[in-house]
């Protein structure tokens, strides 16, 4: 397992990995908003951790295809499929190596933008760590609908569609530790955490009968 | 007996393609496929490797079509990663073995065709596995090459290995069985019978 999350690594950082689109996607995303939204400050603090977690969200959205889709066209999918690793620790390196490219980077990246859209003082420990324990989730979740589509040309629009509604409760959860962020949120904080460790646990399984399924 | 199948029916594309499937490989084996394109050669090996069903035997490697080989990274970054899944690191004597050492610091999105397919190949060397399921291993490699990978395959039968191997090519291997995949056409009432047995 170690050496698929090497290797993933090195690809994503390679030529056309897709490291620097997701993390250029996020800076976009989120630097635009003030451009839009005007010199608020007021209202740039109050929407900030919702475009934060919006941004880091549709940014995780646009790599999920290449979890395993990369590896399906060239025929290691189905090498590692027969190899003694089982398809559940194929889905979870995968998972893994995926939020090290995006849902950490994304994390420190949150960081200097909370202070381009007026984050409040207070909120930035709870921004990082609810990045921190949700982009996980993100992930295993968008791994699931990777997954599934894998044998789909261009199946991006299904999975966005697949996975998006599975998104909501992270979404909601994470960016409502940050709002609360003056109120102490730790149990908020703990649902977001709880999402996770459910994602990380449940979701190889399914991703392994999902590629099953595709690669019969 | 390394894998010993019997009774064995095929689907794809959820037609029935093969019916009543029996072979066996014991160490040192070599068994080759024979058939027509379209007669069920690689959903047979697919079969075998647990691709499309349960697995016969944990110790199978299987190459299919595709190389498996990733272009950004260099011929021995694409070995060493195998070497790292399969736990058997044995590059350097491979890319011997298969004539990959002068290329090994190319991008393996710089190679030829025929190129990646030995790439592609030399990660069954590095799997450990003792069975070989090989589908069209020779597709897009010379004269030269196919003896590379042909003497690598009688290396491996001649180690206690087995291979099943799928091929138009004569590989010259001596001891190899041939196995002609249209003995087990379905006909129209196999597929019939298994859908009464409650198969479907």
Redesign the interface.
Known sequence: MKSLILRDLKLAFRSGGGFALTLAFFLIVVMFVPFGVGANLELLSRIAPGILWIGALLSCLLSLDRIFQLDWEDGTLEALATSPIPLSGIATAKACAHWITTGLPITIAAIPLGYLLNLPTDAYTWLIASLALGTPALSFIGAFGAAITVGIKRGGLLLSLLVLPLYIPTLMLGAQVVATGTQNPAQLLALVAAISLLSIALIPPACAIALRANLR | MLLNVSNLNCMRADKLILSNVSLSVDNGDCLILRGPNGSGKTTLLRYL????GGRYN?N??????????????TVR?NLE???????FDQVNNVMDQLLLTSLQDRAAGDMSAGQKRRL?LA?MLL?GASVWLMDEPTVSLDTATSEVIAKAIKAHCENGGAAIISTHIDLDIPRARILTITDFTAKPTDHKNLFLEGVF
């Open positions: 490797a647990g691709l499309s944990n199978i490697a299987f190459s299919g079509h595709l190389d498996g080989v990733k272009s950004t990274l970054e990663f195998w070497a790292g899944i399969y736990g592609g990660r799997t």
